[in-house]
């Protein structure tokens, strides 16, 4: 229960923070008790932190109860705040001060029940410090995950990767070496070193240090009886999973440095760890590809190569695939496989519950190994990782969606001169860094752009969110207008339908009353769901036939509609908020996404209240059409961070005033010929903070447009704008990334000119009408990858992006044969030289010198 509480914990500290921030604009609120409060709540994440791997009942009683009363303040007071609002639109203020004494009543109930939990607490706390000062000395031998008897025979599953590591602890190198290896739990296991590397007997550590017994020895004299019996030795040493780099920092001053070709190997599941070792190059495990996994099955079924039964080796293959390349799930498989009785029905069922299989036995021996990296994560991370789990099985993940969901959930804690998604971003890096998630797919800038769950990993997850009660009170929700509207509102996924036990309802397209609809998986996901709906009109009659009318908790903080419409005929024409008065129910609300279909001439139109939400953060519509501000009562919207696909918009310096702190933005400006002036977009200069503009402009004119200085990504497309005019853009101090797409650039002939450029790093050019490009290698002094796709005209690829130093690669897309020429003249150019890091892509597949 410890992630389930400190994620409610999380959620209410987000409230607290916003209700304090805004309660000397429009909220009435009791300071004192919310100061209180807030003080309880810092105290419990302390606690949870410090304990949230104990397996104590009584912590794990005490965190159920966190959790209850953690959701209860959060009920309390976003009802105080909605009344509030609602109050103060409808201008009822004469409701204030009654309201505010219910409130401060609420509040002291509160208070008394966390102030119950925090004095079991603290008998807690006293009774686990008596117990760790008798206890605190733990064994430096223990091992951290024992193996089931089947597994523990099988060394790693890659020849190849076996034969580089014997390669590594063989030479002939006389000081001691350390050897780091890292990869996800149950990537594999080193057997056998010794005796293949000729290195003499194998002893345990129990053997080396044999003579008096271990448990009445203190640390400091195990690692004195260590140092001295392995002194004049050569000597392997394997530290098998190691988690921390304390653990390391603790063992490393008694292995003594003798000179005698002594090696230490170190696995661990976290990137930080093998980098602390001082170890020069880790060596990376990744998972089994298709064919490695296929060998290892038939090896752990058959005992040898191939499959002697022809009706077994489809289904084989597919069982094996389902284990998604992981060594330690094909293992287990296998023995189960190969104590069967062979027949094609039950090898078809295995293929169809691999991952259940793959946990099968007493002991679950997959779920037991994968779960200490569980166990090990900070507390702050395992809702995050849980949260993955539950997300849709056999599909990426976008990393930009994710990053907005864990903030939505009030996962993500505030550090200080960060923005949310920043930390959000570390979370992601450190979960990665820990093999817990994969990464799919880099961005032109090196950005995870998608990952991924292995989907043993995402059992644990499952199973994990169940025992926890992990979520109760959703604070996302996908609407689905259309033909496709039966989707679970939570997830959005169309899969078969439960209603849930709540007896509000939801407004169907076409029938006058539903209740709202979760997936079974959803369900499973929530056991304890508890909904609170309020009727929220989003759509007038005028924009279905049938009329609309959806139901929004008002918790919802992240907020995805999409359009489900195949016939032309029913696509809408025009969204509009039915009565400001709904305004307050969202006043929550972090992400908006809107993905609908815009026919020309029917502009999707966007509310006026949009400018008047405190916590907005991201506002992702199709070439929606925001309104001016209004002025009255206005607020600077601080946490708005994304604007995308806005169209026509004009940016008056009261607009780039209410927006401070946007950094990514997309526009559209659809009609082409048209007086640029009235759009205003020299003021774009203002917006500081602003790192990514993406513009689509037909006939654009540069010099009605000024770029801020602290652009790192330009996106351009349509523009026609002159090549010698991307001078100005070439002055940009920061920008890395440049993409010119669709004529984006008009011209035959681009002539860069020296100065520019300084820090790109991507430059990415796409269907323009570029024959000359003349550029040496001063132009683009920092460029690593030059993308070059459907640039049939250009007649070459200057030689002198070869001579760039930091140049990595270079990736060609339906390009015509005189730019991948000169492209293969600039490698062989380069190799001939030493280069040997210029790699070159043609259509997806990487060019070797030599080949045809």
């Known amino acids: ?97 009654a309201s505010l004494s219910f409130f401060c009543q ?11 939990i925090k004095k079991d607490l603290m008998v807690v706390i006293e009774e686990r410090t008596l117990q760790e000062l008798k206890s605190s000395r733990t064994s430096v031998l223990a091992s951290s995950s024992k193996l089931p008897p089947n597994v523990k025979n099988f060394v790693v599953g890659f020849d190849e990767d076996l034969v580089q590591i014997m390669e590594e602890l063989t030479g002939y190198k006389d000081d001691l070496q350390i050897m780091s290896i890292v990869g996800m739990g149950g990537i594999g296991i080193l057997n056998d070193l010794g005796v293949r590397g000729g290195q003499g007997n194998i002893e345990s550590g129990e053997n080396i240090l044999s003579g008096k017994r271990l448990a009445d020895c203190r640390d400091d004299e195990l690692g004195e009886r260590l140092y001295k019996r392995l002194f004049d030795e050569r000597y392997l040493i394997v530290l098998d999973d190691v988690w921390s780099n304390e653990v390391w920092d603790d063992l490393k001053l008694f292995f003594p440095k003798n000179r005698r070709g002594s090696r230490i190997i170190v696995t661990t599941r976290q990137s930080s760890v093998a980098v602390s070792l001082g170890s020069q190059n880790p060596y990376l495990m990744s998972l089994l590809n298709k064919d490695q996994s296929w060998n290892l ?98 599909h990426d993940i976008q990393v930009s969606k994710l990053i907005r969901l864990w903030v939505a959930e009030g996962f993500v804690n505030p550090v200080r001169e960060k923005s949310l998604e920043e930390v959000a971003e570390e979370y992601l890096k450190d979960l990665v860094d820990r093999s817990l998630i994969m990464i799919r797919k880099l961005g032109c800038s090196g950005k995870i752009i998608r990952c991924g769950i292995h989907d043993l990993l995402r059992d644990l997850c499952v199973r994990e969110s169940h025992r926890q009660r992990y979520t109760r009170i959703p604070r996302v929700q996908h609407v689905c207008f259309g033909e496709e509207q039966n989707v679970c509102f939570l997830c959005g996924d169309p899969s078969t339908q439960e209603s849930i036990d709540n007896p509000l309802v939801l407004v169907g397209f076409r029938s006058s009353l539903a209740i709202p609809l979760v997936c079974n998986a959803c369900r499973n996901t929530y056991p304890h769901l508890r909904l609170r709906l309020v009727k929220l009109k989003v759509i007038d009659k005028a924009y279905f036939p049938y009329g609309r009318e959806c139901h929004a908790p008002t918790k919802l903080r992240y907020l995805a509609v999409k359009e489900g419409f195949r016939n032309w005929e029913e696509v809408p024409i025009r969204l509009k908020y039915v009565s400001p008065s709904t305004r ?39 070439r929606a059409e925001l309104p001016d501000p209004l002025m009255k009562d206005s607020i600077i919207l601080e946490n708005v961070q994304t604007v995308s696909y806005i169209r026509n918009f004009r940016w008056t310096v009261e607009v780039v005033e209410r927006i401070p702190n946007l950094k990514k933005l997309k526009l559209y400006y659809a009609n082409a010929f048209q007086d640029w002036s009235c759009y205003s977009l020299y003021n774009l200069a203002h917006l500081h903070k602003l790192e990514s503009l993406f513009l689509l402009a037909e006939d654009f004119f540069t010099e009605k447009i000024a770029f801020p200085c602290s652009l790192k990504k330009l996106s351009l497309s349509w523009c026609r704008i002159p090549w010698e005019s991307m001078t100005m853009i070439g002055l940009l101090p920061n920008l890395e990334v440049l993409k010119l797409m669709y004529h984006a650039c008009e011209g035959s002939e681009w002539n860069p000119v ?29 460029l690593e990858r030059l993308l070059l796709e459907q640039v049939f005209h250009l007649k070459e690829i200057p030689l002198g992006i070869g001579d760039i130093a930091t140049l990595q690669s270079i990736d060609l897309s339906y390009c015509g044969d005189f730019v991948v020429n000169s492209a293969k003249q600039i490698l062989e150019e380069q190799q001939s030289l030493g280069n040997e890091t210029l790699q070159l892509h043609v259509n997806g597949e990487r060019y070797q010198v030599g080949s045809s």
Not at 106 to 116: A, F, N, V
Not at 321 to 342: E, F, H, N, R
Not at 771 to 782: G, L, M, S, T, V
């Open 106 to 116: 609420d509040i002291d109930e509160i208070i008394e029940k966390l102030d119950s």
């Open 584 to 622: 307050p129910l969202l006043w929550n609300l972090q992400t908006l996404h809107l993905d609908f279909f815009i026919r020309r001439g029917y502009p999707l139109v966007l509310p006026c209240e949009i400018w008047d939400m405190p916590q907005l953060r991201h506002v992702v519509v199709r």
């Open 297 to 394: 099955l038939c090896e752990k079924v058959f005992t040898k190569e191939g499959c002697p039964n022809p009706e077994l080796e489809d289904i084989g293959k597919v069982i094996a695939d389902g284990c998604g390349g992981l060594p330690l799930a094909i293992v287990v498989i296998g023995g189960l496989l190969a104590k069967s009785d062979m027949t094609r029905e039950f090898w078809q069922f295995v293929a169809e519950n691999v991952s259940s299989y793959a946990n099968s036995g007493n002991d679950e021996h997959c779920l037991k190994i994968l779960s200490l990296s569980y166990i090990n994560l900070p507390i702050h991370l395992k809702p995050c990782f849980l949260y993955v789990g539950v997300l849709s099985k056999d």
């Open 1 to 97: 229960m410890a992630a389930a509480a400190y994620a409610a914990l999380g959620s209410l500290m987000h409230v607290l923070d916003q209700i304090q921030q805004y309660a000397c604009r429009w909220l009435h609120i009791n300071r004192g008790k919310i100061e209180i409060l807030y003080q309880q709540v810092s105290f419990l994440q302390a606690f949870l932190e410090r304990y949230s791997q104990s397996k104590s009942k009584e912590i794990e009683d005490l965190a159920r109860q966190i959790a209850v009363v953690a959701d209860e303040a959060q009920d309390i007071i976003e009802c105080h705040v909605v009344d509030q609002l609602r109050d103060r639109f409808e201008d009822h203020r004469n409701h204030d001060m």
């Open 754 to 782: 020296e100065g520019g450029f300084c820090q790109l790093k991507v430059l990415s050019i796409r269907y323009v009408d570029l024959e000359w490009w003349r550029a040496e290698n001063i132009h683009f002094p920092n």
